[in-house]
């Protein structure tokens, strides 16, 4: 039998659209979380990705947990107007690989050669940067570490009592050049001129002025430490020289040096034990108030299984 050319054209797309409607089992729906699907291909990818960041094969169940996770975290992001464009997704991406040592091509090219698509690394990067960014948001006064419960944290693990409170300074060094081989005339003459400077700067601005344009003289860049960086001496001198005004000269091998106090203000005292505590402790809040966030958000999904 000879089919007429128009009606074999039109078996033809009938056979196309036939196919089109008839989709693989990678792309069959296994549950929908709030009206959007997951699908075979999407627990295959992630199960893929999983198994190459943890060296280890993931249940299904666990992998279906992690996606359906994802589609909360993302509507949430959503109501809340927290959505990563492209580029912020792609820095990430391309930040990954920096950290990696590889260009995001070879990252691409690795991934792939996994049988893992590009976007479904993205695809968990945006969800991560959503939650967190709705986490921090949220809950941010929840999240706040004391630095007396920090201190009191160090105390009990180190036996040692913390100062909580100190002071931060913020200062300018400032140089009158002395040529090594000057002679004793040359040195005091330079002292006295110190001492006129000390009459005539009442502040940083003042300083930078007048010593930016001095010859034979230098001010370098703000230094900012605190009570715990500095020597008692240095800290007697700073807490006795009005804000604005040079402390006394003293000579060093570059000469008269003074320093232009420009702040000093109350601060907390860190060290890096309490740096390392307040991170801990910071970390155990957040993941507490983010596992309970996410609980009550799974709890009120609607999630329905098609096939299991």
């Known amino acids: ?56 094969t993931p249940a299904r169940q666990e992998v279906i947990n992690e996606l359906i996770d994802d589609r909360v975290k993302m509507k949430e992001g959503k109501k809340y107007g927290v959505d990563p464009g492209v580029s912020d997704i792609n820095q990430s991406y391309e930040g990954m690989a920096q950290r990696m040592r590889i260009s995001t091509d070879q990252l691409t090219k690795s991934l792939e050669v ?51 409170e100190g002071t931060e300074y913020k200062m300018q060094p400032i140089v009158l050049i002395v040529p090594r081989g000057s ?28 010593f930016r344009s001095t010859p034979n003289a230098t001010i370098r860049d703000v230094v900012t430490k605190t009570t715990a960086e500095l ?37 907390m005292i860190d060290t890096p034990k309490k740096r390392e505590v307040r991170e801990k402790m910071y970390q155990e809040k957040y993941e507490k108030t983010q596992k309970a966030y996410l609980e009550d958000l799974r709890k009120a999904a609607m999630i329905e299984y098609r096939n299991r």
Not at 130 to 149: A, I, P, Y
Not at 234 to 251: M, N, Q
Request: charged share 25%; aromatic share 4%.
């Open 183 to 210: 002679s004793p005339a040359f040195l005091e003459t330079r002292h006295k001129e110190a001492e006129q400077y000390r009459a005539r700067v009442g502040s940083c601005e003042e300083a930078n002025s007048l």
């Open 231 to 267: 020597p008692e001496a240095l800290r007697k001198v700073l807490d006795d020289t009005p804000i604005g005004h040079l402390t006394a000269p003293e000579t060093t091998k570059a000469g008269i040096e003074m320093v232009v106090l420009c702040s000093r203000k109350p601060t």
């Open 114 to 164: 996994k049988g893992v698509r590009p976007e479904t690394l993205k695809s968990r990067m945006k969800a991560e940067m959503v939650w967190t960014s709705l986490v921090r948001g949220r809950f941010k006064e929840k999240l706040m570490v004391g630095e007396r419960d920090v201190a009191q944290a160090v105390q009990a693990q180190t036996g040692d009592k913390l100062q909580i």
């Open 1 to 56: 039998m000879t089919i007429p050319l128009p009606g074999f054209r039109l078996l033809l797309v009938l056979a196309a659209l036939l196919l089109a409607g008839t989709p693989s089992r990678a792309q069959n729906i296994v549950l929908m979380v709030n009206g959007e699907p997951i699908t075979d291909f999407d627990i295959e990818q992630r199960s893929k990705l999983d198994q190459l960041t943890t060296q280890k």
